[in-house]
């Protein structure tokens, strides 16, 4: 709960939504397709683990992807995948892996793993992971058409780039909607896939892989230098020049150091043209707000949450929302509404945000054992308070400002230790209730 009832508001529709469509299976909607979309999930998961313990749910879920996984390691953009999904591929198509939608096989495991902290999630799913990504290799490794047609140095590297296949790209992007696959798609794909390759280390590493860890570390350095070469100018601008692609580059560090400014500026650019409204889509959202805030960028990332004018989260809060919208605009300013839906729960992944950056409950170490209590007190609002039910208990923060003065109170369960760090003060291995003040 805020000082903001749209904010709140806003959270409601984000746990309403994800209660509506996580019955047996993570559904994309519960009154048209009803298919766990693979894209949806994936986003959300960060969100959906603050929001309610879904750990045994998402187990389940992956246990239906492995049995879902072909002989060949790829993953459908539907689990469980009945077989009318087919008429989704267009005319011949052949691949079954789409970047960011079959990524869940990776993606959510490496994030249950981080709210729940333990090491038998990836374990139970490391054989599926491994052949996922040994699928995305082989599908990296087909040629473009215009191979032939290429410069030699740029021949060099195209099996590096996923630029063979049909892909979703950034999908519902406001600016061009379902014509996002085809402005973004080979871009975004790549870009998941030096995600996926990190992870991939990362996973590796922690379960004592040590060869396929040092494999991906080396092909991770390999396809971003790939992308860069591909999609990059030298002045740090995109070949495709929207908000998601900047968003993707920077949050996966893509983009090199002496070109992070330059590309920081576009992306703030790109924001500032659209009057100062997201145009980011499935896959870029999840990381548009912690990445402006990661970079310095804090005001530009609270102006950007507390719009209300569309596309943004809060117009459909004005438009009387009472669940998350398939699309940004699902209803018009007059009230007329589109075919989207009105119950997907993908765009609600900025309950992420508001868990981790307003209210300040985020992690320290998986599992939530190491806290670290940071919140946003430069947000604009006047308080914030709530929980998050961890595996240990409550860790339950609640701020407020009042003049100059902010009070913090918090209160953790037993065996959790938290770094708090609230205004101008720092205080280091707190494992009991715990208030303070400061000034402002």
Same mark, same amino acid.
């Given at each position: ?121 990836? +374990?139970?799913?490391? &054989?599926?992971?491994? /052949? ?9 490794? *087909? $040629? #473009? ?123 703030? +650019?790109?924001?500032? &043209?659209?009057?100062? /409204? ?9 990381? *548009? $707000? #912690? ?150």
């Amino acid at each position: 709960m805020t000082s903001d009832e749209r904010l709140n508001k806003l959270q409601e529709n984000i746990v309403r939504s994800q209660e509506g469509n996580m019955i047996s299976i993570p559904t994309d909607c519960p009154q048209r397709e009803r298919t766990g979309w693979t894209g949806d999930m994936q986003v959300y998961t960060p969100t959906a683990c603050y929001e309610k313990d879904v750990e045994q749910f998402l187990r389940h879920w992956l246990d239906d992807m492995r049995h879902e996984q072909y002989d060949d390691g790829q993953i459908p953009q539907v689990i469980p995948c009945p077989p009318s999904h087919d008429y989704m591929k267009p005319e011949g198509e052949e691949a079954v892996n789409t970047a960011g939608w079959s990524d869940a096989a990776i993606i959510v495991p490496w994030r249950l793993y981080e709210f729940y902290g333990d090491k038998q999630i990836l +374990e139970d799913n490391y &054989e599926m992971i491994s /052949r996922y990504m040994i699928s995305i290799e082989n599908r990296m490794s *087909l $040629l #473009p058409k215009d191979y032939g047609e290429m410069t030699p140095e740029r021949q060099a590297y195209q099996k590096y780039l996923w630029n063979t296949d049909f892909q979703f790209g950034d999908w519902l992007m406001p600016s061009a909607g379902m014509d996002s696959a085809k402005y973004t798609g080979n871009e975004v794909a790549t870009l998941m896939t030096v995600l996926t390759t990190e992870l991939m280390v990362k996973i590796s590493t922690l379960l004592g892989h040590v060869e396929k860890a040092m494999h991906y570390a080396e092909l991770n350095q390999t396809i971003k230098s790939a992308y860069v070469k591909e999609y990059m100018t030298e002045d740090g601008r995109m070949t495709s020049d929207y908000q998601g692609v900047y968003v993707l580059a920077l949050a996966t560090n893509t983009v090199p150091d002496h070109l992070k400014v330059a590309s920081l500026n576009r992306l703030k +650019e790109l924001i500032h &043209e659209n009057d100062d /409204r997201l145009d980011t889509g499935f896959l870029s959202v999840a990381y *548009l $707000l #912690p990445l402006l805030h990661e970079l310095g960028e804090k005001e530009l990332a609270n102006k950007l949450l507390f719009r209300d004018q569309s596309p943004s989260w809060l117009y459909e809060v004005k438009m009387g929302a009472t669940t998350m919208w398939e699309a940004w605009n699902c209803y018009a300013e007059d009230g007329t509404p589109s075919a989207d839906s009105m119950n997907h729960f993908a765009f609600g992944c900025v309950g992420e945000y508001l868990f981790r950056t307003i209210l300040g409950i985020d992690k320290q170490e998986a599992g939530f054992q190491k806290v670290l209590i940071k919140p946003d007190l430069n947000s604009g609002l006047h308080y914030a308070k709530g929980q998050y039910d961890s595996i240990w208990g409550p860790i339950s923060v609640d701020w407020k400002i009042t003049g100059r003065k902010a009070e913090l109170a918090l209160v953790l369960p037993p065996n959790v230790t938290a770094t708090v760090e609230f205004g101008s003060k720092r205080f280091d291995n707190i494992t009991h209730d715990f208030r303070v003040n400061v000034r402002l």
